[in-house]
DNA sequence: ATGGTGGATTATCCA
């Protein structure tokens, strides 16, 4: 099974490239974020017609993730437990950035995955009310990662509840091996004690990041601004990730960041995020 | 020091 993560910054803008992807890269699920409409604006016929099933959650013009299967979906999860509110009073609500979905049990792939696709709050300024909301959220995603795992004790059904995978979009480079230079971050968000911090606390959890083993380190990046030819320049940054339970990282076979997508005309800032896994 | 680009929505906001 082929599963993508890819913040893909409007899907109706981007389902011509989407659909390219999917059909070069023959993916068989994919995490989209910043979807950037609502789920009843999206004309979703090219994606049927190849056979996926879709699910989406969004509630606003920025943020908003789905998720696309073709190997099934058994269950879908709407929204994270506990997950901070962002606003104030009345206002407040607990943004659509995350779902989830029980993917993949067909005669290829034995066991099922629990897969959510996430948007990471971005944070915005390390003194703006966004930044403590974001790692919040973060604490909130360690938080049920930890007790998926533990729940899975060799009693009930181990290998299933364990098969456990978060993609998506984290705004955290987790190190300055990350960041094309340290120096343009200072005293910026993305790689600040805290978040990374926080990142690691899902790793200790027991979650992996699938793609790190599997590339070319430094300078291997998943997202570059628009602004100033970042591309061009390899001025980048990793912070689109799977983290896999240990579970789905034994059965991780390969991983690959979709430079030729990010080469196109008119895609997004992101590069789309590919692992094999064989359950 | 500012603005550089792009999307959704419509002159700003967000990334």
Redesign the pocket.
């Known amino acids: 099974m082929r599963i993508a993560t890819w913040n893909i ?2 899907l ?2 981007r389902m011509p490239r989407l659909l390219e992807v999917i059909d070069r890269r023959k993916i068989d699920v994919v995490a989209l974020q ?1 979807i ?2 609502k789920p009843e604006q999206l004309d979703l016929s090219g994606l049927t017609e190849r056979g996926f099933e879709v699910a989406a959650h969004g509630l606003n ?2 943020n908003g993730v789905a998720l696309a299967s073709r190997v099934g979906i058994r269950e879908i999860r709407r929204e994270l437990p506990s997950l901070p509110a962002w606003g104030e009073g009345e206002d407040a609500v607990v943004e659509a950035r995350a779902i989830g979905a029980v993917v993949g049990e067909t005669a290829r792939d034995s066991r099922p995955i629990e897969l959510w696709s996430l948007y990471v ?2 944070g ?1 300024e390390l003194d703006h009310p ?1 930044y403590p909301y974001k790692l919040g959220w973060l604490e909130a995603l360690r938080s049920y990662g930890e007790a998926r795992l533990a729940s899975s004790g060799p009693g009930e059904d181990a290998g299933k509840c364990s098969a456990t995978l978060f993609a998506g979009d984290f705004n955290v480079a987790p190190t300055d091996a990350d960041v094309w230079d340290m120096a343009a971050f200072e005293g910026k968000t993305h790689v600040s004690a805290p978040e990374r911090e926080a990142i690691a606390a899902i790793e200790n959890a027991g979650y992996v990041d699938l793609t790190r083993d599997w590339l070319d380190a430094p300078g291997t990046y998943t997202y570059w601004d ?3 030819l970042k591309f061009a320049k390899k001025q980048g940054m990793r912070i689109d990730f799977l983290f896999g339970s240990p579970a789905v990282r034994a059965a991780t076979t390969g991983a690959m960041i979709d430079l030729e997508e990010r080469a196109q005309e ?1 895609t997004s800032d992101h590069a789309p995020v590919i692992v094999d896994i064989h359950l």
């Open positions: 910054n409007s109706r803008a910043e950037k409409a013009q920025w709050p971005n915005r966004h628009y602004k100033g008119s």
